[in-house]
């Protein structure tokens, strides 16, 4: 299992991003897919999840309303749009895998992408 995080960048708040999570190497619909952040000197936060079998959502209380994950079956992609950033979002932003449902305990995914870094300035 191979992922391959990217889109983080530098945004205002009340900005939005979109960050992907490529992933190959395995079977699409036995999956989920996660996506969690860090920032410094904090713990791992879980931010979104998806069942990709059949879409089911996963979020973190802190991004509810804010952030979508959706996937695209056809380019094996999972995408996080995250809107109305704020300055607590900023964080480098990983994306991981799991068989079957989604999570966003981190501890229940095996496969970790590189992380991919979201500052919002004030």
């Known amino acids: 299992v191979q992922l391959q995080a990217s889109g983080g960048g530098l945004v205002q708040a009340g900005g939005s991003l979109r960050l992907s999570c490529a992933a190959s190497g395995f079977t699409w619909n036995e999956y989920a897919i996660g996506w969690f952040r860090q920032a410094p000197g904090k713990e791992r936060e879980g931010v979104s999840a998806?069942?990709?079998?059949?879409?089911?959502?996963f979020y973190g209380n802190s991004v509810k309303g804010r952030f979508t994950i959706s996937s695209d079956n056809a380019k094996n992609t999972v995408y996080l749009q995250m809107n109305n950033l704020k300055v607590e979002d900023t964080a480098v932003y990983y994306c991981?895998?799991?068989?079957?449902?989604?999570?966003?305990?981190?501890?229940?995914?095996?496969?970790w992408g590189q992380g991919t870094l979201v500052t919002v300035s004030s």
């Open positions: 998806i069942t990709l079998s059949d879409g089911t959502p």
């Open positions: 991981a895998a799991r068989m079957g449902f989604g999570s966003t305990w981190s501890f229940m995914y095996d496969t």
